[in-house]
């Protein structure tokens, strides 16, 4: 037997018993001749006592060890609390080096103490991978997705595998595609998710599926964005938007109480989307502290100050409004400067601001450019109090809202405002179906989306109106995941195509065989997906989605440890027919 024992697992009870362990050399220390090691297995650490100096001598950090010995108690004053073998210690009869280890890259316990660059991190990810912190989170992740799958299985949902190599699926990103060898010229996509054929599952009458699935996009580079991703996707027939939510409740409420002993209160509250664009300007709005946005529109209808009035607006499409931050109201002019520079790194020329004295005076450039009414109401019309700073963003509706969305979580944390230990989750609910591009219509969420019983019948005359039957689930500002009740008329389907302006011809080539699928009984259904590694980054408190995925792309999509992505060479190129022409014309990829 190669050991006996988990070297973490060993206690008190222990105590006279003979063990051999293996692990790996997590430190060293030398006392008196005598040689204490950490010895590290996925177990734990425990401590081995080596008395034999020829045997300590060629031990270092990260050596993988076979230890036989005895288990005793420590010497008094010598146990260490903070460790679950910290009563205990193993001292040696024998030690055999199983492997030694090079010299490290960076010190893999002290990690802590010596930050390391995170490429060099995922160059040697397996060293990374030793550390406690990394395994915690893993483990993490592999609890996340027992009790999902408890959960689902409990509901009578089955997993069900869908393709990988398959046709575009439109998430709104870009596809990465797979050349195909056998047929020159010709390409699968990596699925975006697996959203056809989860409906098409439906259609087949399986009503309950559920799968923990890898989805693929193309999109640009974002520090916390991955190429590929894992998600909880879910699917359900005669359903209705309240069972998917409950569903979705179960499976956080079970997460949160295992895992962090933490009670999820339900039902979670739900919350419209024109209310959270009103009172945050975002559609995954941060409840944990409240700096709600103010409409002032109607407030500088009359408004003298052409920043808040340029001549020609007065359309729908222009707001003005305004956010509180508390106690600004003593800011420097340095400070004041600097949320200048901070908002056109937004986006945006500048932020107006309203500073309020202690006495309810306004001071700042922009208050002497008010109306003496618009000054007198100002304080009462924001919410401000003394020694507040009001800030203002005025234009186009949704660069406006999104300037002071952006303000209201900088004043979160630049005052301190959000209480970290706090969950607060809130659905947001009828999102718009469509939004207006540069030429014509797409769709929100994704064209299967069903649109709600008041627009089911005339969302073409109003695209930029109708509201659809999508929820997302929002943590704290962070966007978990979504879904909707799709659309399952293949005539309804038919007439969001049109609006977004694909043919019948282009619908046809796209996706004509799930309308064709449409064609046959297809149940009412619905269905979300929660993205997994956003919920176990959150779950673990960690800084990046990237600490929770074993190996995970660096934020320009490359993996410093095998390298990839690599150049291919002439021959696999001639081989996949990479340049060969395709035989026949091909529906393009689609991003709607
Ligand atoms: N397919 C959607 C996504 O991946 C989720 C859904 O609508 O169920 O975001």
Redesign the pocket.
């Known amino acids: 037997m190669i050991r006996t024992h988990d070297a973490g697992a060993l206690r008190a009870a222990d105590i006279d018993s003979s063990v051999t362990l293996t692990g790996w050399v997590a430190r060293r220390r030398d006392h008196g001749g005598v040689a204490f090691i950490d010895l590290r297995d996925a177990s734990g650490v425990v401590q081995v006592v080596i008395r034999d100096e020829e045997a300590a001598s060629p031990l270092r950090s990260e050596y993988c060890l076979r230890v036989v010995g005895d288990v005793r108690r420590r010497p008094e004053g010598n146990e260490n609390p903070n460790l679950p073998t910290g009563e205990i210690e193993v001292v040696a009869d024998t030690v055999e080096i199983l492997s030694a280890a090079a010299a490290l890259p960076f010190p893999v316990e002290e990690y802590e103490a010596t930050p390391v660059n995170e490429e060099v991190r995922l160059r040697y990810r397996y060293l990374d991978l030793r550390r406690p912190e990394m395994t915690r989170n893993l483990r993490l992740r592999a609890d996340v997705t027992r009790i999902i799958r408890e959960v689902m299985s409990a509901h009578d949902f089955l997993d069900i595998e869908t393709p990988y190599l398959t046709r575009s699926t439109p998430?709104g990103a870009r596809d990465f595609v797979v050349p195909v060898r056998l047929q020159p010229g010709k390409w699968y996509a990596l699925p975006?998710?697996?959203?056809l054929f989860?409906q098409l599952l439906m259609v087949a009458g399986l009503e309950r599926y559920y799968q923990i699935v890898r989805?693929f996009r193309d999109e640009d580079f974002r520090a916390d964005r991955q190429p590929e991703f894992t998600?909880l996707?879910?699917?359900w027939s005669f359903c209705d938007v309240d069972d998917v939510l409950d569903l979705t409740e179960q499976v956080l409420v079970r997460l949160w109480r295992e895992l962090l002993d933490v009670e999820v209160t339900t039902p979670i509250p739900r919350m419209t989307y024109a209310e959270a664009m009103r009172r945050f300007g975002i559609d995954r709005p941060d409840l944990r502290f409240g700096c709600e946005l103010v409409d002032c529109t109607a407030y500088f209808a009359q408004t003298p100050f052409r920043v808040f009035l340029p001549p020609g607006a007065g359309s729908d499409d222009w707001y003005v409004g305004a956010v509180v931050m508390p106690g600004g109201g003593s800011q420097a002019r340095r400070e004041l400067d600097a949320w200048q520079e901070w908002a056109r790194s937004h986006g945006a020329k500048g932020l107006a601001y309203v500073l309020v004295g202690d006495d309810g005076e306004l001071g700042g450039p922009v208050a002497k450019n008010l109306s003496d009414s618009e000054r007198a109401g100002l304080v009462e019309h924001t919410g401000a109090k003394p020694g507040d700073c009001i800030f203002f963003a005025a234009g186009r509706r949704s660069d406006a809202l999104g300037l002071l969305a952006a303000t209201r979580l900088e004043i979160g944390a630049r005052c301190n405002l959000i209480d970290e230990a706090r969950w607060e989750f809130v659905w947001v609910v009828e999102a718009p179906m469509f939004e207006a591009t540069d030429d014509g219509w797409t769709s929100v969420?994704?064209p299967?989306?069903a649109p709600n019983d008041e627009w089911v019948d005339r969302f073409e005359k109003q695209p930029g109106e109708a509201l659809s039957r999508?929820y997302d689930i929002v943590l704290n500002g962070t966007e978990l995941?979504?879904?909707?009740i799709r659309i399952h008329r293949p005539d309804v389907q038919q007439r969001v195509f049109d609006v977004l302006g694909l043919t019948e011809e282009q619908a046809k080539g796209q996706f004509g065989f799930l309308l064709e699928a449409f064609e046959y009984g297809p149940p009412p259904h619905g269905?979300?997906?929660i993205g997994l590694d956003r919920l176990c980054a959150l779950l673990a408190d960690a800084d990046s989605i990237r600490d929770v995925i074993a190996f995970p792309k660096t934020a320009s999509g490359g993996d410093p440890l095998t390298g990839a992505p690599t150049p291919i060479t002439a021959a696999q190129r001639r081989e996949a027919g990479i340049d060969a022409k395709p035989d026949e014309s091909r529906a393009d990829s689609t991003s709607m």
Do not use: V
């Not at 975006?192 to 959203?195: E, G, N």
């Open positions: 998430e975006q998710s697996p959203q989860k989805c998600q996707d879910i699917e969420h994704h299967f989306t999508a995941g979504g879904g909707s269905g979300i997906a």
